[in-house]
């Protein structure tokens, strides 16, 4: 009889048991607590500086965009200041020449009145600084009448300090009154205005027959240009 119980072949290998830990090829040491600490906190701080340059940024496009919407003080002074640059001039009459029976130019009182690139000479003439064409007004009130001459004023024009007058404008106003009113006080006033082409260097005057008819009030007697 053939022995079924006996073979030759080695007993199959016992498995492992679950309990039993498998072996590590490469042991590798786990990262001490001390040197992790630098680490979190290189992370963290590159963190905390990408947000401070992001709202860094913010700010700073915001605060730009409003800034170019909005005009700065220095370029309102500057608009200011191109504003009072303006050529004009608006003269105040000065009662030095109160009295005075002569015909004669007016006198501006000087520390009143308001001028812009425009000069004056002798407190009756105003001096153009710059060409172009100006628009020229002049009011003269009279309060008393001439019983031969009238009631006229003129704007005269010379091209030098010394040289000839020429008349540009002219005005004249009426003081009648009828006998039975002769004790009310009346007034009459000659205004012009014309525009005048003017040079450099050109002198602008009020010129009246008798100066004691004029009546001197600041706000009565006026005269004054602005070029164009």
């Given at each position: 009889m053939i022995n079924t119980y006996q073979t030759s072949l080695a007993p199959p290998p016992v498995p492992p048991r679950l309990n039993r830990s498998h072996p590590v090829l490469i042991p590798t040491p786990l990262p001490s607590p001390g040197h992790s600490k630098p680490l979190i906190r290189f992370l963290v701080g590159v963190v905390v500086l990408h947000l401070l340059l992001s709202v860094g940024g913010f700010v700073y496009l915001y605060y730009n965009e409003k800034m170019e919407r909005t005009p700065s003080?220095?370029?309102?002074?500057?608009?200011?200041?191109?504003?009072?640059?303006k050529t004009m001039a608006g003269m105040v009459v000065d009662r030095q020449t109160a009295g005075k029976t002569i015909s004669g130019h007016l006198m501006w009182d000087m520390d009143h009145s308001i001028?812009?690139?425009?000069?004056?000479?002798?407190?009756?003439?105003?001096?153009?600084?710059?060409?172009?064409d100006y628009y020229v007004y002049s009011m003269v009130t009279?309060?008393?009448?001439?019983s031969i001459l009238?009631?006229?004023?003129?704007?005269?024009?010379?091209?030098?300090?010394?040289?000839g007058e020429t008349a540009v404008m002219q005005a004249s106003c009426s003081l009648y009154r009828p006998p039975e009113k002769v004790s009310i006080?009346?007034?009459?006033?000659?205004?012009?205005?014309?525009?005048?082409?003017?040079e450099t260097g050109d002198q602008l005057s009020v010129w009246v027959q008798n100066l004691s008819l004029v009546d001197y009030d600041i706000i009565a007697t006026t005269f004054g240009m602005y070029k164009l």
């Open positions: 003080p220095a370029g309102h002074a500057a608009f200011s200041s191109s504003e009072e640059q001028r812009s690139n425009i000069n004056y000479y002798r407190e009756s003439w105003l001096t153009i600084l710059q060409p172009g009279f309060s008393k009448s001439d009238p009631l006229a004023s003129r704007v005269m024009l010379r091209k030098t300090e010394k040289g006080p009346h007034l009459c006033t000659a205004t012009q205005g014309k525009v005048v082409r003017l």
